[in-house]
């Protein structure tokens, strides 16, 4: 094996472990297919290749730990791709098992970790059940050296232990990732052996098919393994190539010099038309995401730029009719521009989900429920920012649902439900925004626990006046956990408290609805990208505001008679059969000391998270707007009340309103906040 410099190395190794990543995810969904009942014989083609193409990179690289599992992995795969062994649930769950250990192992090469203390034993001993072990040919990083063969005497009389090999691959044994380099080294492995390649069935350049096979070799063998061993070489490809075995040896003047590299000539057919059987696939490239980052900072300024240019050029009143301005045509093409940007770096949340499956099975493993995970929506696209943070949320949500939700099997049983669980994750796009749904067939939320450890821990009073939806969300203040022992699990009070700062951090809600001994759901509604927001530009106070449109339910003018105090300080508007409070922004934000007359403003109609509704009082209304979102935090200090700030057409700092924290910071001050009617 040739030993290349680590700077040369390094950015190979790098695409190796990216490449890596798909493939655990396709090895991931091919299992999980596989454990749902799909026997199609190329989810298994699929899932043998997976590993396949994982151990001949980690092959090349050394990394001798994931080389050895991932070969033992493959064995027991290529039994089931021949069918001389039968998938039952206890097989492939060892498989699936064995697809985290190789999730694990190609992490700690990847990380510098220590490879070879991964535990690896009890997999390998189960797959052994399967596969005798004599069978199994370990794997040494020889095999990937170069292929050098031992000459065959050429002008011996045949004897019994020599042999001829014709082998000429179809189309379909590359599509399955099989290499036949490798395969001619097993053969090597067998004896002597010597190989000539036929390169005559190559067509001129214009009509080569990128997914043709053109090239076929002839082997000289002397072993005397016998054909069966010979065939064996081949067992899993013979139904994907032309093979002849028979007896005889080789003139030798079929044996010629290699060409060097610097005798063959480069082709020159330009003027060649392009064939009808050339295909045009999908083409990607790996571009650094720092460099995306960038791209969209810069298409974000662009954006700030057309909004100021088209901001001044209005204020010129006197333009020559002639020189009329394309200015609509700038405004539609700079937000396709912005669109499409934004579409680079979106991710389908299929990677997320495909994470999920390991933790269910670990919590199955801890727990010893039988849990079963239905995901829909995995092509849903969502900013690769909102991608990266969800990761942590959704495994929590999973983890709650096993361990609080769903029940054991004994007493899924008594309750008149199937023995295993089921917890679906869906995603889909609504007005503007993901929605994400995990939900349970389980037990649904105790309420009366719930309420009794709320009050025994102080999160609410024991004559508090709470309504179902009230006491469920009581499950995401901190520090409370309905456990009622620690485990690994759960228990030390750190969970879905944690989920909800999490959401809230992307902008996002949480809700969750629930029916006792039928299950629950929880709803996590997050903003499609971190970049951009869609809000209505508001006049307070002589300053400009963004309120969110996501957040936003109607907007009002303020009537006398819809209006009642509550308090020395507070109003209650009358709003579609319910009070909300009427906040001034302008107050709350310290733009001014004393409250506007609600009947000279308008009133916003906002909802938070956890669907408490509230009236802002605004100035006025500009319009409705697409801002680029810049953190306030980074860039200046957290200010209560404001979730980011942005820049607006004429250069000025308009910042964006965080509903959540208005309405939080003045349910102490109103009592009778309620919740919007209907």
């Known amino acids: 094996m040739h030993t290349l410099p680590p700077e040369v190395l390094a950015p190979i190794k790098l695409v190796f472990f990216q490449e890596c990543e798909e493939l655990l995810g396709e090895l991931e969904t091919g299992l999980q297919a596989l454990k749902n009942g799909d026997r199609d014989k190329e989810v298994v083609n699929t899932v043998f290749r997976a590993a396949h193409s994982i151990k001949g990179g980690a092959a090349t690289f050394g990394l001798n730990a994931l080389v050895h599992f991932s070969h033992t992995f493959e064995n027991v795969l290529a039994k089931v791709r021949s069918e001389d062994i039968a998938l039952n649930d206890e097989l492939l769950s060892a498989m699936l098992r064995a697809t985290d250990v190789l999730a694990d192992l190609v992490r700690a090469e990847r990380d510098g970790g220590n490879a070879a203390a991964i535990e690896t034993n009890d997999l390998e001993e189960a797959f052994a059940r399967y596969v005798a072990p004599e069978a199994i040919m370990q794997p040494s990083l020889a095999e990937f050296d170069d292929l050098e063969f031992t000459p065959v005497p050429a002008f011996e009389p045949p004897k019994e232990n020599d042999w001829i090999i014709r082998f000429h691959p179809h189309a379909d044994l590359y599509a399955k990732a099989n290499e036949p380099l490798l395969l001619l080294r097993d053969l090597g492995r067998l004896g002597q052996a010597r190989v000539i390649l036929d390169d005559t069935g190559i067509?001129?350049?214009?009509?080569?098919?990128?997914?043709g096979a053109y090239l076929g070799w002839t082997i000289a063998l002397r072993s005397p393994a016998g054909e069966e061993a010979i065939r064996r070489v081949f067992?899993?490809?013979?139904?994907?190539?032309?093979?002849?075995?028979?007896?005889?040896?080789?003139?030798?003047?079929?044996?010629?010099?290699?060409r060097r590299a610097e005798d063959i000539k480069p082709l020159r057919d330009t003027k060649a038309p392009p064939s009808s059987a050339f295909k045009n696939p999908i083409q990607t490239i790996r571009v650094d995401t720092d460099r995306v980052e960038k791209l969209v900072n810069l298409v974000t300024e662009l954006v700030i730029a057309q909004s100021m240019l088209t901001q001044r050029l209005s204020t010129y009143e006197h333009l020559d009719p002639g020189d009329e301005l394309p200015l609509d045509e700038m405004h539609a093409l700079t937000r396709d521009i912005q669109e499409s940007v934004m579409a680079i770096r979106a991710q389908s949340v299929g990677f997320v989900f495909k994470r999920l499956?390991?933790?269910?099975?670990?919590?199955?493993?801890?727990?010893?429920?039988?849990?079963?995970?239905?995901?829909?929506?995995e092509d849903t696209e969502v900013d690769r920012t909102v991608i990266e943070r969800l990761a942590d949320p959704l495994t929590h949500m999973i983890r709650n649902a096993i361990d609080h939700g769903i029940e054991t099997p004994e007493e899924r049983i008594a309750a008149g439900k199937p023995a295993k669980g089921t917890v679906h994750v869906t995603a889909a796009h609504r007005g503007g925004r993901i929605v994400i749904e995990i939900s349970d067939d389980g037990r649904g939320i105790d309420r009366a626990r719930v309420r009794a450890i709320a009050v025994e821990r102080g999160v609410v009073s024991p004559g508090a006046e709470l309504s179902d939806q009230d006491i469920d969300h009581l499950i995401f203040a901190p520090g409370f956990s309905t456990a009622a022992t620690v485990s690994e699990i759960s228990g030390r009070g750190v969970g879905l408290d944690v989920v909800k700062r999490g959401i809230q951090a992307l902008g996002g809600r949480i809700a969750v609805t629930s029916e006792q001994g039928k299950g629950s759901t929880f709803a996590l509604s997050l903003p499609l990208t971190l970049a951009v927001l869609d809000g209505m530009l508001v006049s307070v106070g002589g300053e400009s505001l963004i309120v969110p449109l996501t957040s936003l339910l109607e907007t009002i003018r303020p009537r006398t008679q819809d209006l009642r105090p509550a308090g020395p300080a507070a109003l209650l508007m009358h709003y579609r059969g319910a009070y909300v409070p009427l906040i001034d922004l302008a107050c709350v934000l310290g733009y001014r000391a004393q409250s506007l007359p609600p009947e000279k403003g308008v009133a916003l109609i906002v909802e938070d998270d956890i669907g408490v509704s509230a009236g802002l009082l605004v100035d006025e209304i500009l319009g409705q707007q697409q801002v680029v979102i810049k953190s306030l935090q980074a860039n200046y200090r957290a200010v209560s009340g404001v979730a980011a700030a942005t820049i607006m057409g004429d250069g000025r700092v308009a910042l964006i309103v965080d509903v959540n924290a208005i309405i939080a910071a003045q349910r102490h001050k109103i009592p009778t906040l309620e919740k919007r009617a209907g």
Do not use: N, Y
């Open 203 to 211: 067509p001129p350049l214009a009509e080569l098919d990128p997914d």
């Open 235 to 258: 067992e899993f490809v013979e139904g994907d190539c032309d093979l002849e075995v028979a007896r005889g040896v080789l003139p030798a003047s079929l044996f010629v010099p290699k």
């Open 357 to 377: 499956s390991r933790v269910v099975r670990e919590v199955e493993t801890a727990t010893g429920k039988q849990v079963s995970l239905v995901t829909h929506g």
